[in-house]
T-cell receptor
Framework: AQSVTQPDIHITVSEGASLELRCNYS??????LFWYVQSPGQGLQLLLK??????LVQGIKGFEAEFKRSQSSFNLRKPSVHWSDAAEYFC????????????FGPGTRLSVLP | EAQVTQNPRYLITVTGKKLTVTCSQN?????MSWYRQDPGLGLRQIYY???????DKGDVPEGYKVSRKEKRNFPLILESPSPNQTSLYFC?????????????????FGSGTRLTVV
């Protein structure tokens, strides 16, 4: 079974600073990897996803993530954070079978200082 | 607009009083799922459904029931709610037909239902 860890429960950055949110996964085969964002009081929105190919994937809102198989990681990055990026971010891994059972990490809450 | 609609958004109920949270999607998705979200635990899958009349347990199914009589609807039923079921619930759907193309693989989430059981 797959599992996901997000080591940082809460991160605070200043507006304009760079951001990296960490995600480590455990899965026996090549995983499907996702990052979702949840703004306060909202549902989850897909930021980006990795299936295969180029290990650096671009997403919406200026986010990108890099898949590193050797480190079992899929860290999310943004070069310059905006105040509107304050939200909770979830990493998820999906198995490559028909069940499509996504396993989510516990989430990282991002606060942005003006 | 393609969406997953959950109702109600907020619900306060008493222990033992049966309730149903509805979920409907208009994207003709085969796969639907229910998650609960609790602080520090992320999202945990309750039940999922691969298609009409096909449902299976997720990671935390105890105390919940589901049904999938129609493709678009996937209600979550709490026969006898207890305070430990106080949580934020999300319904999600996904297409399996596009899985090979990978283009649409991924969930569309509803806006959530915040349930409080007192």
């Amino acid at each position: 079974a797959q599992s996901v860890t997000q080591p940082d429960i809460h991160i605070t950055v200043s507006e304009g600073a760079s951001l990296e949110l960490r995600c480590n996964y455990s899965y026996g085969a090549t995983p499907y990897l996702f990052w979702y964002v949840q703004s306060p009081g909202q549902g989850l929105q897909l930021l980006l996803k990795y299936f295969s190919g180029d290990t650096l994937v671009q997403g919406i809102k200026g986010f990108e993530a890099e898949f590193k198989r050797s480190q079992s990681s899929f860290n999310l990055r943004k070069p310059s954070v905006h105040w509107s990026d304050a939200a909770e971010y979830f990493c998820a891994v999906g198995a490559q079978n028909y069940g499509q059972n996504f396993v989510f990490g516990p989430g990282t809450r991002l606060s942005v200082l003006p | 607009e393609a969406q997953v609609t959950q109702n109600p958004r907020y619900l306060i109920t008493v222990t033992g009083k049966k309730l149903t949270v509805t979920c409907s999607q208009n994207m003709n998705h085969e796969y639907m799922s229910w998650y609960r979200q609790d602080p520090g635990l992320g999202l945990r899958q309750i039940y999922y459904s691969m298609n009409v009349e096909v449902t299976d347990k997720g990671d935390v199914p105890e105390g919940y029931k589901v049904s999938r009589k129609e493709k678009r609807n996937f209600p979550l039923i709490l026969e006898s709610p207890s305070p430990n079921q106080t949580s934020l619930y999300f319904c999600a759907s996904s297409s399996t037909r596009d899985r090979a193309a990978l283009g649409n693989y991924g969930y569309t989430f509803g806006s959530g239902t915040r349930l409080t059981v007192v």
